[in-house]
């Protein structure tokens, strides 16, 4: 069993303006391009499951197999629990973990998935080779991570470029790697997988009621969250900087031309089966 490392700190941490994003992800916006291979009888193991609502929609997939959601932070995996509790889900359980030292043995899931989880760890290389170990052969390991520098959005409010680059620098000084999309590929045969289907998609909000949740919740997190005092204690940026950045999310929010699209990419990889 390899040893564990520290993870990189989670840079958007448990904030309430985070958990509104985390909650409002299911399968069918956050993990299609995986749904297709699922089967009623497999075992899953979901990575950086959060508050289990990808999770849960996963169990319900595979109602005859089970799904065993970890992650880093034991508060939100007790949520994640909760989440699963009220949907009356029997085939599901959570733990805590390290994706870099998973404690499982050889060749046990069908399936491991990880949403924006590679972007925030110390060694997503490690991390993917500990998803391939635990993956039977045969069996498929599911990554999708955003790319922060390939995020567009219209009008420009000149704040939200400073977003974007404050939030990139703050991300590399805790330890991960912003865009992480356009590397998924590359990281997966650092490891050996050879049978990898990239693809991408996004998320794009638009609509007035888009545009007053995203630009809400990044105008709060940017001021209030875990990330807003990292940024501070780390010398990124001043709170009256912060402040700056939360008014141009909510100019952008406002302007009924508003547009913003967040890419995401993804890969999809078959372990080489035994011979």
């Not at 069918?28 to 990808?54: Q, R």
């Not at 290389?125 to 391939?132: F, I, P, S």
């Not at 009256?240 to 406002?254: F, I, M, P, Q, S």
């Amino acid at each position: 069993m390899p040893k564990a490392q520290e993870t990189a700190v989670y840079t958007h941490g448990h904030h309430a303006s985070v958990l509104r994003s985390h909650t409002w992800r299911t399968a069918a916006n956050s993990a299609a391009y995986l749904l297709g291979s699922l089967k009623p009888h497999m075992k899953v193991l979901d990575i950086g499951c959060g508050p289990g609502t990808i999770t849960a929609d996963l169990a319900e997939l595979v109602p005859e197999g089970h799904v065993t959601g970890v992650d880093h932070a034991p508060g939100i995996v007790a949520t994640a629990r909760a989440t699963a509790a009220e949907r009356g889900l029997a085939n599901v359980d959570f733990a805590v973990a390290d994706v870099h030292a998973l404690d499982y043995p050889d060749d046990t899931f069908c399936v491991v998935h990880a949403h924006q989880v590679l972007q925030h760890v110390g060694d997503p290389v490690q991390a993917l080779r500990e998803m391939r170990r635990v993956t039977a052969p045969g069996g498929l390991i599911a990554v999708r991570d955003s790319d922060y520098a390939a995020m567009t959005w219209y009008p420009q409010p000149p704040g939200l470029d400073d977003w974007l680059d404050l939030y990139r620098r703050v991300a590399r000084a805790n330890g991960g790697e912003p865009d992480a999309g356009r590397r998924l590929k590359s990281w997966a045969r650092a490891v050996g997988l050879t049978d990898i289907t990239a693809t991408s998609a996004t998320w794009t909000f638009s609509t007035p009621e888009e545009r007053a949740w995203w630009s809400g919740l990044w105008a709060e997190r940017t001021v209030a969250s875990a990330y807003a005092k990292l940024a501070v204690e780390g010398g990124h940026a001043t709170a009256e900087e912060l402040a700056a950045v939360a008014d141009a999310w909510r100019t952008w929010g406002a302007s009924e031309d508003g547009w913003f699209a967040v890419l995401h990419a993804e890969i999809l990889c078959r372990k080489e089966p035994k011979e």
